[in-house]
């Protein structure tokens, strides 16, 4: 996951994004590789993970619903 998260900080650094961006974008991938480690591990256990799967599912897309507003207002016009 350090390995990824590695990659992924220099991708961002290339850009010319802003750092609130750059920061945000690193810890949503950093949840989700989490996440997904989580699930693979649990499975691995032989632990059903489609009611977990589903949870974060519903979790992200609350989520996303939430700060829909604030992604089109704050951070879409430094963007463009």
Do not use: H, M, Y
């Not at 690193?26 to 009611?51: E, H, M, P, Q, Y």
Request: proline fraction near 1%; hydrophobic fraction near 60%.
């Amino acid at each position: 996951i350090n390995i990824l998260l590695k990659v992924v900080g220099r991708v961002f650094e290339k850009t010319n994004l802003d750092k609130g961006i750059q920061s945000f974008g690193k810890s949503a991938i950093r949840i989700a590789l989490w996440s997904l480690a989580i699930i693979i591990v649990a499975c691995a256990f032989g632990i059903d993970t489609a009611s977990l799967v589903a949870v974060v599912g519903v979790a992200s897309l609350a989520l996303s619903l939430s700060v829909q507003n604030i992604f089109t207002n704050v951070f879409l016009p430094n963007i463009i």
